[in-house]
């Protein structure tokens, strides 16, 4: 299951589509007025993921779903919630509103076993994206798009190899989420220094900044923090100035602000999963579905968008897209 970039043809053709699009979205993320001369049947979309209020990741993932709604006649719902319960509650609200479709991530997959099994049942189709690469199938999703975690997390583990780390810092800003776990576990597994794991609040940056101080005035033989997400890497840097620390700062996914600082140096490097992509492509899967029948992988396999890995060396390539809000 370790297939990388699966990409079909009408996928690939969707995204240069969705570059001739480039009107401003309703509120309810996707449904334009350009979209009512097109000969297409209209969708309606339910987006239901685990990002907190704030967080960066998701604003690009949504950039993306909108941007292949636009194009496709599609109107999109999106809501968030972290706690796996209210998450299952809003997937049970667009149950019943009799949606075509819900994108769904699987930060915490056992507690929203019961409610996926029921949109089936409903025959409404499930898509996982962002999370989840290993249970999207057992939960009952009809396919999925994302990073393979796994994968991700001993690239960086040897990328650190090749940095000459000694500790890492590994930090972990939701417990629980399968994904986020997975990261730190195959990157310790990769990694032949020390490897620290250490839980924060993502909901609280103000908390995250003064756990981390703290832990590097206990520590100076930490070397390198490694974050799960950009705002993450953000903080510690400031976490970092102010213990009065040498540590490196990299790691996984981007947006615009850290983009800028892998340019002026700040941030060593970033390991991305293209939340465009994902939000993108999770949405041309709905309709390739539910227009043709099609289904990406045949249901078997996942499609994935990462990872790669973004330093100095190419972040050219990345950061006029960044500016934009797609990177």
């Known amino acids: 299951m370790k297939r990388l970039f ?12 969705a570059a001739l699009v480039l009107a401003g979205c309703s509120s309810q993320g996707g449904k334009q007025e350009e979209t009512a001369a097109l000969d297409t049947p209209t969708y309606k979309i339910a987006m239901i993921t685990h990002g907190v209020p704030g967080d960066t990741f998701f604003d690009i993932v949504r950039a993306g779903a909108e941007d292949a709604a636009t194009k496709s006649n599609i109107e999109i719902q999106y809501a968030a919630d972290p706690d796996s319960a209210k998450q299952s509650t809003l997937v ?38 962002n999370s989840g690469i ?49 990261r730190c576990q195959s990157l310790k597994d990769a990694f032949d220094g020390e490897t620290t ?10 908390s995250v900044q003064s756990t981390l101080q703290a832990k590097l005035q206990a520590d100076s033989s ?14 510690a840097l400031d976490s970092v100035d102010s213990a009065g620390s040498d540590a490196t700062v990299a790691t996984f996914d981007t947006n615009k602000d850290l983009v800028s600082k892998i340019e002026d140096g ?9 939340p465009y992509l994902q939000g993108y492509l999770t949405i041309d899967a709905f309709w390739l579905y539910l227009t043709n029948g099609n289904v990406a992988g045949g249901g078997k396999e996942p499609v994935l968008t990462g990872p790669a890995f973004i ?10 897209f960044a500016a934009k809000g797609t990177r």
């Open 6 to 17: 699966t990409r079909p043809s009408a996928v690939i053709a969707g995204l240069a589509a």
């Open 92 to 129: 049970d609200n667009a149950i019943d509103q009799g949606v075509d479709g819900i994108a769904l991530t699987l930060a915490k997959p056992d507690a929203l076993k019961g409610v996926v099994k029921r949109a089936n049942e409903a025959g409404i189709p499930v898509v996982a994206f």
């Open 134 to 182: 290993e249970e999207w199938q057992d939960v009952g999703a009809m396919s999925y798009y994302g990073t393979d975690e796994h994968l991700a997390g001993t690239a960086f583990g040897k990328r650190l190899n090749e940095e000459g780390a000694k500790h890492a810092l590994c930090v972990i800003q939701e417990q629980g989420h399968v994904a986020l776990e997975t």
């Open 197 to 206: 794991k250490v839980y924060v609040n993502g909901a609280d940056m103000t």
């Open 222 to 235: 930490i070397d390198y923090v490694v974050t799960l997400g950009a705002p993450f890497a953000l903080t």
């Open 266 to 274: 700040s941030v060593e490097f970033a390991v991305d999963q293209q």
């Open 311 to 320: 330093d100095k060396t190419n972040i050219d390539s990345v950061a006029e």
